[in-house]
């Protein structure tokens, strides 16, 4: 081989020798081409691959990335640790966690090579260079380069790879076709063990050379090579082909050879052979190594191969194959004559041995088989059960023999023993292991003539690797912690021991097909003492226990006549008996057992740990037990046989016994071992729901009842039941998640007394039960209770809905975690109900819903607990249609019954249920609410039951209810209709973003979303009324607990990871709830039309009418659907025409609603709507005007209705709504029969004025964003109702309203006293009561306003006149509450001294009501109002004002209008500039409007005729001098607000500043239509006045302000040294501008030549006097107050002063002698300030 590869190397230095080389490298190759030698080598680091595949970032340069390519090296980034196992491709998991989700196909190329060195071989010798080339070093320089280049494609495998050939080289179906490149699977050697069993036949054998040891052999043996053969004899002859082959060679071959090393006598070996064991095995068949020297040179009578020694391995030690680490001794000789039945470790006599018979050849072998166990007990026990199948005795095991008479002890401890074998292979052959012990159990072996019992062994056996599976393997469990493993045993593999997958079905013809396994020994070496003459059966585990004499039946004769079928492969197969053995017995078979019999009594009887055992795992034994009992059935042809008949009666005791014992365990251990009891529990309920299917259905019911009696005895004696309670809750789901469960409830029998469907029913119970009295009514109500006989009939349904009213029930101590849990429960089992196919006819649902009916009941008690939907309406809250005292009043409750039978047939102590339902809010509530999840759910099951149950049992029901009862009904349907209102796609679309914020939540919701609670998907509507159908949540195998049995269902897992909802999604979600919202309408329409016909004909009609027409108004208000609305508003106009007086007489209030209802809805854009709605207002006018001639009522409440739908609705369309009018009056015009009449005179009239409104409306819509205009259009609105009161009302109320929302609590105060004084105006023409106010004088302290609500026109309409003051506030208690409402505006406005007001007038009414509790809380709050005065004095703000002049044509209306406007407090002018800048630039373009930046008049000539201008100045509050003695505190100087002042100072020559002399200043007064607060914040300014001051006068001003300023620092407390400083400063300091000095000097230093002005220069002499001697005050007050720090500021203020006093001394002293003669009288009254002023007026 050397030479071969020297020749290439020579070839390539000199060409010329090419031929004479090439022919040499043939030889060579011809000659030596079989063998191999190792020649180069090198590392791949996959962990790199694996990294580097998902991203394009590699952490070494050498890696470079190509398109799809990589070239490979050993990085820098490597793992220190390598595995020292034999070969690295067996070790499968790396230290680094792989992530192969990622991977994309990559192609790897390598192109470092290394020279393999021949003495450098071993594995120790690799690692140590693996461990060089982390870290770069001399060594690897040392090594030497091969240059090649390896080419490698990595991709992921795809699930089912195409052409696939098994390990062993076997076709995987599907394979098409034979030519095409074939995928080949490579088994794997898991580093850690891996748990499955064996499903498929695998026998392979690995040998692995590893190294040899000729240092101390004599002779020339130096290039060795091995070759290895599986020998099934010692002939040469007798090798098998049964080593796989190579690539590229045949698939088997005889033999294999190891590479040779050259010129080593102690070679290493690196291959692995890989060997397809023959499946029976003998002592003969041997491993065989025959060592060969090769030589090289070809030489003269030398062969090529010389054998230089054998070795050999036996297969098989004492029946068990050999595997493992060998160092075996090398025979330099062939061995001898059967040499394979020993080993080689053997002296042999006579034979030579390499180094003095030491260990030489160390090799390796592994096995992979699914035939042999390589663990010692399990090859016992499994050898131990073929020698019973075979009767071979003595048994061979190891060193041992075992007689017959020792077989049952060594069985027994073989069995006991199971428990130390090795996990891993447990696991492998559980199938076979478990079949094994159950033959055991059913087919006890006949040992020396005795039938050994070896039942209860088996059975611990049995518990004991179960749990160990369980324990070892817990992350190998289904949610409901069952062992994937054990479960698919009992699925798939688990069978009778009598019966054969592939027997024909049974029955008398197909007898022949079925085989049975032998339990007893061949006829050849049967015993003699086999007792054949035993009757009875013996238990397996208690010979004294007996049984009942069982005769040879149909699975017996079957054995007869089977073919004799061997399916021997190994001793651990199964054998069956031969025909002609069973021909040969005589007498009788030894009994068989059958299984579930047998596993039911050694379950009953088993004690200690092998019951806690079965208890951890009880789900395997029951399942197994159920698959046992109904194979048995199937087998023996009974499964139409009657079901008493089935079992035996000791098999039913059995089970009993087991079921009552496990209950107790539940019951007792539930605290402390609270997962297991979880699983036991729902073991239990999983056996018993088995248990319906093959059982009699009344002895399974006797069993539930059994458990049940034994977890209500305990929950009565705990103090927190919820977790009992909550097991019982799961028991319970499961049971009633059979398939049968409605035929199980017997639906079909009505409430008679019953022929004893079942043994649960107990014919003492049913006597007693009340039905001696055999009357309908009596009837009905029990099918509407809970009561004894409805639970006996209907047995399951009765337990469901008994759980659901003991948890629901308020009183229930400790129950509230478990409302969602059972309310789950009931909704689950309608879901599935529904939809399911067998109950699709409407009369077989109704029959259903009739084991519901008492559900009814159930829900109606729950009312004040359910979550109420109406709130988040903005609506009133529920309707309380019956007061609390009433629900008192009411003796008994629906259920009577529900909890003094609190669990079905167990006579308990009675419980009592609380007589009050609807809690006043003095009482609190004591209960929680539900949650709206749970409250939904169980409305939805309100709604199907209502919908599916009979109308005709309904009716009656109805009748026999009282008119509490009916009430509360009607208040579940109006809550029903909240609940299911449409509420759009934004609202998903938003959920669904919330949603994707809480995943974790998201998660959660969808498991129980798809698991089966309620979820929007699960309500899958069909849009025709017929159906009201769930999605496959709901179905028969949609309910959670059957998730067990269907694979498939877990699909839910997937979708949980997915977050985001696409839109399609969300549309369809949006469609579904739709759809449910019309049906769910639909139904609640429906029952209220059965409602309405049961109780036309009672006394009681009033109240009830009432309630329903509540209900109906409220579904009108809600979002519906168009096809609802069509039968509600048939439904309405049907209520309408039957019952007029109730609406016009009675529900006064109704009628405005519905007035109000049916508007709305004229102004829908659906023109199916519209016209249905315009039809029901015509007819409700026809209808009025038919009762008195006059619709008056009907008008007012219309108008009304159309005001407030205007002031409020967002969305209102008016040109739909004028369209519905339109038709109203095509309708009046073309009634024949009211033709002759006012009538259509008085639709038109009526039609015109609502259409007058609609035009204002328009206008408000427009001015929608401009709050001043739009209050103001409210205004005028109100204003032209200013005669019917009712209207202005609303509009007031509406006002309000606007003004609230925009944080204006004084003008909506103001809005509310409005509203009083209207309403008190109006009562006081009704009634005359001494202690209501009079009208609207009573309320002018509190507005000045007020009073122009006074009723004092000529068209006031007379209050008593129909259809006028009908609302509610026409009322005192109406008046009480306006009047409370602006109390609290005023309150949050802080203005608390109207608050006084206002109370003023309260105090009163409610004295004399004599109302102590509301006058507590009135003076509760006065003192609270005044005690805020006190506490925010100098701290309260109310308002700042400005006037705004609008000048431009562009204003309309609003053009060369002057308003003052009301901003909240501290507004800035620049804040309201800002603002209506920004809202009329945006109107009319910023390059339109122009703001005026001055106060001065304007010229409305000089202005752009284009363009819009607004003028805002700054105005503040003015008063006379005679108005400030009663202006005293903060609060009066700014209410009641109608004169307002601002100053504009100017020059004569047209500037707005001079110098002291020619400076004037104008001040302007304007008044205002209405004083401030109005109930509008902007208000015209009616008059405006203006006073121009003279220089002189202006500095007199100024002094006085001076003099002011220093008197209120001087005299200020507590003192403010500061503030008197500052002041001080601006008055004695010396460098103050036009200060005090100059001002003296301008206007005292002459005496005026104008007389007018002497009055004036006297005055301002007077002012300076005032001045100076004020000044001296505050000196001596800051000497009081200064600190010795600064006694020299003092002094240089005292300084100032004088010198400020000496100065002005000449000119105070001058006085004009003309003042002080005698003047002639005075004309005028008015003083001289006044007269000498320049007075200018402009109105």
């Known amino acids: 081989m050397q030479q071969s590869l020297l020749c290439l190397i020579i070839c390539l230095q000199n060409k010329e020798k090419l031929e004479k080389l090439k022919c040499q490298a043939e030889q060579f190759c011809q000659r030596l081409g079989k063998y191999r030698m190792p020649f180069a080598w090198t590392a791949i680091h996959l962990m790199n691959i694996v990294s580097s595949a998902g991203s394009l970032e590699r952490d070494s340069t050498e890696v470079e990335v190509g398109t799809g390519e990589r070239k490979g090296s050993w990085s820098e980034r490597r793992n220190s640790s390598i595995v020292g196992r034999r070969s690295l491709e067996r070790t499968t998991s790396g230290d680094e966690a792989c992530n192969l989700t990622s991977f994309r196909p990559a192609t790897l190329t390598v192109t470092n090579f290394f020279k393999q060195e021949g003495d450098r071989l071993s594995d120790e010798d690799l690692y140590k260079f693996l461990a060089d080339m982390r870290r770069p070093s001399s060594v690897l320089r040392r090594l030497r380069p091969i240059t090649a280049q390896l080419k490698i494609d990595i991709s992921p495998a795809p699930e089912n790879p195409h052409y696939c050939l098994t390990p062993e080289l076997l076709q995987v179906k599907l394979y098409p076709d034979s030519r095409v490149r074939p995928t080949r699977e490579i088994l794997e050697f898991p580093a850690r063990d891996v748990y499955i069993p064996n499903t498929t036949y695998r026998n392979l054998l690995y ?40 690539s590229s060679c045949p698939e088997f071959s005889k033999e294999a050879y190891t590479a040779v090393v050259y010129h080593n006598r102690s070679p290493d070996f690196h291959e692995e052979i890989k060997i397809k064991l023959p499946a029976t095995l003998t002592d003969h068949h041997h491993l065989l190594f025959t060592f060969y020297h090769v030589s090289c ?95 071979m005795f003595p048994v061979r095991i190891g060193d041992m023999r075992i007689m017959e008479n020792n077989l049952e002890n060594e069985l027994k401890s073989s069995i006991s023993a199971l428990n130390s074998s090795q996990l891993e292979p447990v696991v492998r052959f559980l199938h076979l292991l478990l079949d094994k012990l159950i033959l055991l159990v059913v087919r006890p072996p006949v040992i020396a003539g005795q039938i050994v019992n070896l039942g209860q062994a088996s059975f ?56 049975h396994y032998a339990t007893m020994a061949r006829s050849a070496v049967r015993p003699a003492s086999l007792n054949l003459n035993r009757s009875r059966s013996l238990s397996n585990s208690n010979p004294d226990i007996s049984g009942t004499p069982t005769s040879p039946d149909d699975e017996v004769r079957s054995i007869i006549g089977s073919k004799a079928t061997d399916r021997s492969c190994n001793r651990m197969s199964s054998h069956t008996e031969t025909s002609s053995f069973l021909q040969t017995l005589t007498g009788r078979l030894p009994t068989k057992k059958l299984f579930h019999e047998e596993l039911a009594l050694q379950w009953v009887v088993c004690s200690g740990s092998v019951r806690e055992a079965a208890l951890q795992q009880a789900w395997f034994f029951f399942e197994l037990m159920v698959k046992s009992m109904v194979h048995h059935l199937y087998f023996a042809d009974k499964l139409d046989a009657p079901r008493k008949n089935r079992f035996p009666e000791r098999f039913m005791d059995d089970v009993t016994a087991l079921v009552s014992t496990i209950a107790g365990d539940i019951v007792s251990r539930f605290q402390k071992d609270t997962e297991m009891v979880e699983r036991l529990n729902t073991s239990l309920a999983f056996f018993l729901n088995d248990l319906l299917s093959i059982m009699d259905r009344g002895f399974v019911f006797v069993l539930i009842k059994t458990c049940y009696k034994q977890v209500s005895s305990k929950l009565y004696s705990l103090t927190n039941p919820s977790n009992l309670a909550s097991l ?207 409250s939904r759910s169980l409305l939805i099951c309100l709604l199907w039951v209502l919908k599916n149950a009979d109308e005709s049992v309904l009716q009656k029901w109805f009748t026999d209810l009282s008119v509490l009862q009916l009430n509360r009904l009607l208040d579940l349907l109006y809550l029903c209709v909240s609940c299911f209102e449409y509420k759009g796609k934004k609202v998903f679309e938003r959920m669904n973003s919330l949603t994707f914020k809480k995943s974790k939540d998201m998660r959660a919701k969808l498991e129980e979303a798809i698991l089966g609670s309620i979820g929007a998907r699960q309500e899958m509507v069909r849009r025709s009324r017929g159906q009201l159908e769930r999605s496959p949540s709901g179905s028969a195998f949609g309910s959670q607990e059957n998730l067990r049995w269907r694979k498939d269902m877990t699909h839910w897992r997937q979708n949980t990871e997915k977050l985001d909802k696409s839109r399609a999604e969300i549309e369809h979600e949006a469609l579904i709830d739709g759809n449910l919202a019309t049906e769910a309408n639909l139904i609640i329409l429906d029952t209220l039309e059965i409602v309405v016909q049961t109780v036309s004909v009672t006394e009681s009609k009033e109240s009830i009418l009432g309630g329903v027409l509540k209900v109906l108004l409220h579904s009108m208000a809600c979002n519906q659907s168009a096809l609802y609305l069509q039968h509600c508003f048939a439904t309405q106009r049907a209520l309408v025409s039957k019952f007029p007086e109730l609406l016009f007489e009675e529900e006064t209030e109704q009628c405005a609603d519905l007035c109000l209802r049916l508007l709305r809805h004229c102004s829908s854009s659906i023109s199916t709507i519209r016209s249905h709605a315009s039809a029901s207002l015509y007819l409700l006018m026809r209808q009025n005007f038919e009762i008195g001639n006059n619709f008056a009522r009907v008008k007012m409440q219309v108008t009304m209705s159309l005001s407030s739908l205007v002031g409020t609705s967002q969305n209102f369309n008016e040109e739909f709504l004028r369209r519905s009018l339109k038709t109203i009056l095509t309708y009046a015009e073309e009634d024949l029969e009211l033709r002759e009449t006012t009538f259509p005179d008085q639709v038109q009239d009526l039609v ?38 009712d209207l202005r009302l609303t509009w007031l109320q509406n006002m309000a309203g606007k003004h ?84 609290a505006s005023f309150s949050m406005a802080g203005m608390y001294e109207a608050v006084n007001e206002v109370y003023k007038v309260l105090i009163p009414i409610h004295e004399a009501n004599r109302d102590a509790k509301k006058l507590s809380t009135i003076h509760g709050k006065l003192q609270e109002a005044f005690s805020k005065i006190v506490h925010q004095d100098g701290k309260r703000m109310f308002g700042t004002y400005f006037r705004v002049g609008f000048y431009g044509t562009k204003f309309g209306d609003l053009d060369e209008q002057e308003f003052v ?116 914040t902007r208000i015209n300014v009616i008059h405006k006045e203006e006073i121009i001051l003279t220089p002189i006068e202006v500095a007199i001003e100024d002094m006085q302000k001076k003099t002011q300023e220093l008197a209120f620092a001087t005299h200020q407390d507590p003192a403010d040294p500061k503030m008197l400083q500052m002041v001080l400063q601006g008055s004695v300091g010396t460098t103050v501008n036009q200060g005090p000095l100059e001002v003296a000097q301008v206007f005292l230093s002459e005496i005026p030549n104008d007389p007018k002005l002497f009055r004036h220069h006297n005055k301002l002499r007077l002012c300076f006097k005032d001045f100076t001697k004020r000044c001296e005050d505050a000196l001596r007050k800051n000497k009081s107050l200064i600190g010795p720090d600064q006694k020299e500021y003092q002094r240089e203020l005292e300084r100032n002063y004088h010198r400020l006093k000496e100065a002005l001394q000449p000119l105070i002293n001058r006085k004009i002698p003309q003042l002080y003669k005698a003047v002639l009288p005075v004309a005028c009254h008015r003083d001289s300030f006044s007269r000498m002023s320049l007075r200018k007026m402009d109105i």
């Not at 409805?790 to 129950?815: K, S």
């Not at 079905?904 to 209960?927: D, E, I, K």
């Not at 929608?1264 to 109702?1281: F, N, T, V, W």
């Not at 001494?1330 to 006031?1356: H, M, R, W």
């Open 1300 to 1383: 609230s929302e925009r944080s204006n609590h004084a003008e909506s105060a103001q809005c509310l006293v409005h509203s009083a004084a209207l309403v008190a105006e109006y009562l006081s023409m009704l009634e005359d009561r001494k202690y209501l106010p009079v009208g609207c004088v009573t309320f002018q302290n509190i507005s000045s306003n007020v009073l122009e609500e006074s009723a004092v026109s000529d068209d006031v309409v007379s209050p008593d006149e129909e259809g006028i003051c009908s609302g509610k506030y026409f009322t005192e208690a109406g008046l009480v509450g306006l009047l409370e409402q602006a109390a």
């Open 1248 to 1285: 015109f004025n609502l259409h007058m409104i609609l035009s204002d409306t328009v206008k408000m819509k427009e001015h929608q964003e401009d709050p001043e205009m739009l209050i103001d259009l409210m205004y005028r609105i109100a204003k032209g109702y200013q005669n019917s009161p």
């Open 207 to 246: 040998v692995y050379p590893q190294s040899l040891n000729f240092a101390n052999r004599q002779g020339s043996a130096r290039n060795i090579t091995v070759k290895v053969q599986f020998m099934y004899g010692e002939d040469p002859s007798n090798a098998m082909p049964v080593i796989f082959g190579k």
């Open 728 to 934: 019982r809750l799961d028991f319970l789901r499961i049971i009633c998640s059979h398939e049968h469960y409605v035929t199980l409830n017997l639906p079909c029998s009505l409430l008679t007394p019953p022929a004893s469907p079942s043994p649960s029913v107990s014919s003492a119970t049913s006597q007693s039960s009340g039905f001696s009295t055999n009357v309908q009514d009596q009837k009905i109500a029990n099918m509407f209770e809970l009561s004894v006989p409805f639970r006996q009939q209907h047995y399951l349904a009765g337990l469901v809905l008994t759980e659901l009213a003991v948890i629901l029930d308020p009183d229930a101590e400790g129950l509230f975690g478990l409302h969602k849990k059972v309310i789950n429960m009931v909704h689950n089992l309608l879901s599935s109900h529904d939809s399911d196919p067998r109950y699709s006819d409407p009369q077989v649902k109704a029959r259903v819903a009739m084991l519901y009916l008492p559900l009814i009941g159930v829900i109606m008690e729950t009312v004040p607990q359910l979550y109420d939907f109406t709130e988040s309406h903005n609506q009133r809250g529920r309707p309380s249609c019956v007061a609390a005292d009433d629900y008192e009043s009411e003796g008994g409750s629906m259920i009577s019954q529900t909890v003094a039978m609190a669990i079905a047939g167990t006579s308990v102590p009675q419980l009592t249920r609380p007589s009050s339902f609807l809690l006043t809010s003095s009482s609190g509530r004591q209960h929680s609410t539900f949650s709206t999840e749970s």
């Open 1461 to 1576: 406007y009301k901003e909240p407090a501290i507004t800035k002018l620049a804040e309201i500039s800002h603002r209506l800048e920004g809202f009329y630039g945006e109107r009319f373009g910023e390059d339109v409007l122009e703001v005026i930046k001055d106060s001065n008049p304007v010229d409305k000539c000089k202005l752009d005729p284009n363009k819009a201008y607004i003028q805002i100045t700054y105005v503040e509050p003015y008063f006379d001098t005679y108005e400030m003695k009663d202006r005293i505190t903060y609060f009066d100087k700014n209410y009641n607000l109608r004169r307002f002042m601002y100053c504009t100072p100017f020059t004569l020559d047209g500037r707005a500043h001079g110098e002291l002399h020619e400076q004037f200043k104008r001040k302007t007064i304007l008044t205002t239509s209405h004083a401030f607060p109005y109930i509008k």
């Open 297 to 391: 040179q070809q030489k003269q009578n030398t062969p090529l191969e010389t054998p230089v020694g054998y070795t050999w391995i036996p297969m098989l030690q004492n029946g068990r194959l050999k595997t493992g680490q060998f160092c075996l001794p090398v025979s330099l000789e062939k061995p001898p004559q059967a040499y394979s039945v020993l080993s080689p470790e053997v002296p042999l006599p006579g034979m030579k041995w390499v180094d003095n018979h030491k260990g030489v050849f160390n090799v390796e072998v592994v096995s992979v088989s699914s035939l042999h166990t390589q663990d010692p007990y399990l090859d016992k026990f499994f050898a131990l059960v073929h020698a019973l199948d075979e009767h």
């Open 460 to 515: 611990e056996a049995m518990a004991s690797i179960i749990n160990r599976l369980h324990k070892n393997l817990d992350g190998n469990q289904d949610q409901h912690g069952r062992n994937s493993l054990l479960a698919s045993y009992i699925y798939y593999v688990f069978r009778l021991p009598n019966t054969y997958p592939n027997s024909p079905s049974p029955g008398p013809g197909g007898l022949g097909g079925s085989v």
